[in-house]
């Protein structure tokens, strides 16, 4: 670890964000493996289509806990939009789609991530109150069954299409995020770039855990 790096996440923030994509990409492979008859062979990898289904029950409880979690969380700092800053960071999409001279400050977590977790929290929900009801048809009305399998496959539809999006500009689509869900620990130069009011409040609050250095009480903090 190089001196000077800044702790992005914690142990726990990283173990929720992994236990949610974890489940979620599970959830994704053997509902793909279920829904499909062309995708039938993935049950092949489980010991069949019966265990699939139980591996697939069992994962949306995981993914359940998780995303109760990851709600209750990062709800305040990614729920919610921050104007104008967020709206003009939506205005030149960031900066990854075309040059911007100067990308607009956000904070912790960006609009586009923002639109991420919004999606997942919503959607997710969505996938998990379905999902236990499909998960006894039998005690509701198959007129209400029918339709929930559609709303659950098009939350599907949803946070799949989303996580490879995340995914991307986690990685390659902005070089530099990967470390803060591994490690939990970015560098200055990337936090000034990408979330350059956060790393503002954290330092005027004293908050700011910098590797290799003491912690610093913000003048606010002092008696």
């Known amino acids: ?15 929720t964000h992994w236990g949610l994509a974890i489940s979620c990409l599970v959830l994704c492979v053997t509902g793909l493996g ?3 008859h062309t995708f039938n062979f993935i049950g092949s990898f489980f010991g069949g289509l019966k265990a ?9 409880i995981v993914f359940a806990f998780a995303l109760y979690g990851a709600i209750r969380m990062w709800w305040k700092e990614a729920g919610v939009f921050s104007m104008p800053e967020d709206l003009d960071w939506i ?30 929290a919503a959607f997710g929900a969505v996938m998990v109150v379905t999902g236990l009801i499909m998960w006894f048809p039998l ?10 399998f559609v709303l659950h496959a098009l939350g599907f539809v949803a946070i799949f299409a989303f996580f490879f999006i995340h995914l991307y500009l986690g990685t ?20 000034k770039k ?10 005027a609050e004293g908050k700011l855990v910098v590797y290799g250095e003491e912690k610093k009480e913000s003048p606010v903090h002092q008696g």
Not at 139 to 148: D, E, K, T, Y
Request: charge should be positive; hydrophobic fraction near 45%.
């Open 1 to 15: 670890m190089k001196k000077g790096m800044i702790q992005a996440t914690d142990a726990f923030e990283r173990l």
């Open 34 to 36: 279920m829904m499909f």
């Open 52 to 60: 699939l289904k139980y591996i697939h029950n069992f994962t949306g």
């Open 91 to 120: 205005l030149c999409a960031g900066g990854y789609l075309w040059h911007v001279d100067k990308v607009p400050e956000v904070g912790k977590y960006n609009p586009g991530q923002k639109a991420f977790f919004l999606t997942v």
């Open 139 to 148: 005690a509701f009305p198959s007129w209400l069954v029918r339709w929930l």
């Open 172 to 191: 390659i689509g902005s070089p530099g995020s990967a470390p803060a869900m591994f490690s939990g620990w970015v560098t200055r130069a990337w936090l």
């Open 194 to 203: 990408q979330h350059a009011k956060w790393l503002k409040e954290m330092e």
